[in-house]
């Protein structure tokens, strides 16, 4: 495997990319940045120095990833969603010492235009519609939709929406476990 990175991208030395990523079109990486291997970095993706993005992470065109960010596994970023590092941003007063860290857990999705407010977490295989805003933590397998978002089911490791309580099978063969608050896979 090797690492591919477009002519019109600009990679700044000390940036880690693991191999067999692919960095496209107008990408800015900084140099403190760590990128895993197998990702794809999509036409005008910027990535800060202090983020770290995981193994097989696929970033849309126009995401901008902040210091701060962390991306776990296989997560997905769709065309222009937005994270954002500081709570309350005023341009005349600088808080760079007060970004709030957002972790996105293994398998998320991310969905087109939604919005992460700093300092949540996002849970393994959590599914945020369009257009969400996302303003507290949100749990594994949550379907999250709305302005601010609210969850409004649940899905499996593939992205399938469950339905039901209690042991419930997806269309994909796995059982899982959900109740009103949560949902995880069953125990074998």
């Known amino acids: 495997m ?31 940045a760590e990128i895993g291997e197998g990702c794809s970095l999509g036409q005008g993706v910027f990535v ?5 993005i995981g193994n097989r992470v696929k970033i849309q065109n126009n995401v901008s990833v902040y210091d701060a960010v962390r991306l776990e596994d ?9 994270f954002t590092n500081v709570y309350n941003p005023r341009s005349a007063i600088v808080r760079k010492s007060e970004y709030r860290p957002t972790i996105v857990r293994q398998g998320a999705t991310l969905g087109a235009n939604c919005t992460i407010v700093c300092g949540v977490t996002i849970g393994r295989y959590a599914f945020v519609g369009a257009g969400a805003v996302i303003n507290r933590d949100v749990p594994d397998h949550a379907l999250m939709v709305g302005v ?12 399938i ?27 074998s």
């Open 148 to 159: 601010p978002a609210r969850r409004v089911g649940w899905v499996c490791e593939a992205g």
């Open 161 to 187: 929406r469950l339905h039901g309580k209690g042991i419930v099978t997806s269309a994909n063969g796995i059982a899982y476990e959900v109740t009103d608050v949560s949902c995880r896979r069953a125990k």
């Open 74 to 82: 296989d997560v997905f970023c769709g065309p222009s969603m937005v």
């Open 48 to 52: 800060g120095n202090d983020v770290k």
């Open 2 to 32: 090797t690492i591919v990175i477009h002519e019109t991208a600009l990679v700044d030395d000390g940036a880690r990319i693991g191999d067999g990523s692919r960095i496209w079109h107008w990408v800015h990486v900084c140099g403190g």
